[in-house]
């Protein structure tokens, strides 16, 4: 342990998940450094989720999207300036690993640390941090961005660690109505990519099959419809309020249990404790850390991390029966 540092940053901007994923070490750090500062860097998007979080001392926003997008050199110059007026850093982290983020990194200043050349998919990130940690790219997610912190501030974050932690997040209880003593299921309809999701008919079958109350949760409008076609479609669905970023941590929360696909919303369940089930097609178990209370269901196809091919639908030949069966077995405690 270094004792000299009392100051330290992270840098996380996106996505959801991955910040999720990311934030759990807030309570390791804290626990060998009680008194050190941590200032996380994220995308403006997902300031509020990390704002009032009690281990968090200072939370600085960036807008990378829009700069891309406007190419405004005035909001570029701006945007650098905000940075580099950050420091003095006993420590900077980015546990994001690619180009864009070890930028941000080295812009804050030079103490930097991060993942090395061969553990990274932009191994070119690697030149801005004066040290780095090295870990396989296709390790588990959770344990590689608990690797990279703990090893930058030498201290261990072990399995034992991350199965008995406390909730990611603080969070309030979300009094959701309960119907005829049923258990209440979120549902994530939601992706990034299409092949991502789980069709909204078999979705629809399965709060049906659940018999419980299932909560469909959205994001957007056309998350919206989908979620209003198996609400009228299942006697058993009902339709999740608009949500902000906050307030979703507290509906998710307060469930019984999550069933979702690999997308931030579903990883938000592993994040306050709640048991979950994600389905997995293009992608694998890599991206969450599954223990008896979270667990995955594949698809038959075999994936490659290395190389993910986005037009691979096959999440949808994970059948209806298997899912029933492990979210009871959730829900009855076994």
Not at 13 to 33: K, M
Not at 81 to 100: N, V
Not at 144 to 154: E, H, M
Not at 290 to 317: G, L, Q, R, W
Request: charged letters at 25%; glycine letters at 4%.
């Amino acid at each position: 342990m270094n004792k000299d540092i009392k100051r330290i940053a992270i840098v996380r901007l996106s996505a959801l998940g991955d910040i999720v994923n990311s934030a759990v070490v807030l309570q390791f750090i804290h626990r060998e450094y009680p008194h050190v500062k941590i200032e996380w860097i994220t995308e403006e998007v997902f300031a509020p989720l990390l704002s009032n979080h009690p281990l968090i001392h200072s939370v600085h926003s960036v807008n990378l999207k829009k700069l891309k997008k406007e190419r405004s050199f005035s909001a570029l110059s701006k945007t650098v300036s905000h940075l580099k007026s950050l420091g003095p850093f006993d420590l900077i982290i980015d546990m994001q690993g690619l180009i864009k983020s070890s930028i941000v990194a080295r812009l804050i200043g030079k103490n930097t640390h991060g993942f090395d050349k061969n553990s990274t998919r932009e191994g070119l990130a690697s030149l801005l941090y004066r040290t780095s940690s090295s870990i396989a790219y296709d390790e588990n997610i959770v344990k590689r961005n608990s690797f990279v912190v703990a090893d930058a501030l030498g201290f261990t974050i072990t399995d034992s660690m991350l199965l008995t932690k406390e909730k990611v997040f603080p969070s309030t209880e979300y009094k959701h109505t309960k119907k005829d003593k049923m258990s209440n299921i979120a549902i994530v309809i939601g992706a990034s990519w299409e092949s991502k999701k789980y069709p909204k008919e078999k979705i629809a079958f399965l709060t049906n099959e659940l018999k419980q109350n299932s909560l469909i949760i959205w994001g957007n409008e056309d998350e919206k419809k989908d979620a209003e076609w198996i609400c009228e479609n299942s006697e058993f669905a009902t339709l999740a309020p608009k949500l902000s970023l906050v307030e979703l941590v507290s509906y998710i929360g307060s469930c019984d249990l999550l069933i979702g696909n690999d997308t931030g919303p579903t990883h938000m369940a592993w994040g306050q404790n709640i048991p979950s089930i994600t389905l997995f097609g293009p992608t694998n178990e890599r991206m969450i850390y599954e223990n008896p209370k979270n667990i995955a269901i594949h698809s038959p196809s075999d994936v490659n991390i290395f190389k993910i091919n986005k037009n691979d639908f096959s999440i949808s030949e994970i059948e209806v029966k298997e899912i029933t069966k492990k979210a009871m077995e959730l829900l009855n405690g076994i």
